[in-house]
């Protein structure tokens, strides 16, 4: 592996996530290439890309660039396919899945152009091996990737398999659930020190409290999961896929953090929340409460806390919420003096809250366009 010539490797991330993202690449050591609003882009080879694939905490995908095709129309783009050296990295008993965003006039649905690309493929291994692998929506084994606009056609080997942000310990999602990639973003832009508390009332499914212990332990986030796309390539390479296992392992610390405290007041998401840590092993790091969030303890050394509430797009009624809000930003200003205090929500219901937020920064999530606010809590504020 170390004379493998290095390639174009692009971490994908969800909309707006790409300044966390590129920070977390720039720490791991690699030079940017180019960053754009849903990734970045480096030069390297398998073994960076195994790397990535097994610390990145806020990436989608890590694609690798396998080809750039010219089409006009279908017709163009399978003959242009077809003429690749798939079996070089795809086995012909295995199972092929085409994802794709196209944007060409030619092309009425995107889903015809998948089928033209993965006959493409297919009828390429079943010149050169006689046989053809299976094929279908699954995205657990090889998967192929099409950027498609206008006559620039883009192909990549998409290494990752199913999102990167689908660690696998959140089996109990609860309602309106925060995506792991994008508790991992939020981590960062408050600034959290494991070294301080952190205290996360309506904690739902527990996604930020989990991802919080994780980050405080130094547990690569691709350890919890056991597939990725690329252990189902013929450029696998077990042993150096081993050695990155190991050297991620080795990251991981035993230093106990500050106390994380994570509390709701439905039953329901205390319990979900509850074992989705115990799948991901930090359970014993989590101080679970049932309660309404005006009541979650606090300790009283001050450091970060951070409310996720419901958005009234999909859950709860949009005025109730607004009252709800409220009680937030009292609770905020009569008990949270002296600590770092943050709200996510809807664009919406941020100014419900009743406070000035010192920032506000834009999140898109499950497709609702979303605040980070942070306020200052002066320590003189704290009720007696």
Not at 268 to 273: I, L, R, V
Request: with cysteine; glycine share 8%; proline share 5%.
């Amino acid at each position: 592996m170390k004379t493998e010539p290095k390639r174009v490797l692009r971490a994908t991330c969800a909309p707006g996530l790409a300044p966390w993202l590129k920070a977390e690449v720039e720490e791991m050591g690699y030079d940017i290439d180019s960053t754009d609003h849903t990734g970045v882009e480096i030069r390297g080879q398998l073994v960076d890309a195994m790397r990535l694939l097994l610390r990145l905490r806020t990436a989608f995908h890590v694609l690798q660039r396998f080809a750039d095709l010219y089409p006009k129309n279908a017709d163009d783009l399978y003959e242009g396919a077809s003429g690749l050296p798939w079996e070089r990295v795809i086995p012909a008993d295995g199972y092929l899945t085409v994802v794709s965003t196209v944007r060409n006039d030619t092309i009425r649905n995107s889903m015809f152009a998948n089928v033209r690309l993965k006959d493409a493929i297919v009828d390429r291994l079943q010149r050169v091996h006689g046989r053809r692998p299976d094929s279908g929506p699954r995205g657990d084994r090889t998967v192929v990737h099409m950027f498609w606009k206008d006559d620039q056609c883009r192909l990549a080997l998409d290494l990752s398999g199913r999102k990167l942000s689908d660690r696998g310990y959140r089996r109990m999602p609860g309602r309106a659930p925060m995506r792991e990639s994008i508790a991992a973003a939020v981590l960062a832009e408050t600034g959290y020190d494991s070294n301080k508390p952190l205290v996360i009332p309506m904690c739902g499914s527990g996604t930020l409290a989990i991802e919080a212990a994780l980050l405080a332990t130094g547990r690569a986030p691709g350890l919890l999961r056991p597939n990725f796309g690329i252990k189902h390539l013929l450029t696998f390479d077990e042993t150096t896929w081993g050695q990155e296992r190991l050297a991620a392992k080795k990251l991981r610390h035993d230093r106990a953090p500050a106390p994380i405290i994570a509390s709701d007041i439905d039953p329901a998401a205390t319990d979900a929340a509850r074992k989705n840590a115990v799948t991901a092993g930090v359970d014993h790091l989590i101080e679970f409460h049932e309660c309404d969030f005006a009541d979650t303890p606090l300790p009283e050394t001050p450091g970060t806390i951070i409310l996720h509430g419901e958005y009234g797009e999909r859950l709860g009624d949009l005025e109730q919420l607004k009252q709800t809000y409220g009680r937030i930003g009292d609770f905020l200003k009569q008990r949270c003096g002296g600590w770092n205090g943050w709200v996510f929500t809807s664009r919406e219901l941020v100014g419900s809250i009743g406070l000035k937020s010192t920032r506000k920064v834009p999140f898109e999530n499950v497709e609702i366009d979303c605040r980070l606010a942070g306020f200052e809590l002066y320590a003189g504020s704290r009720s007696t």
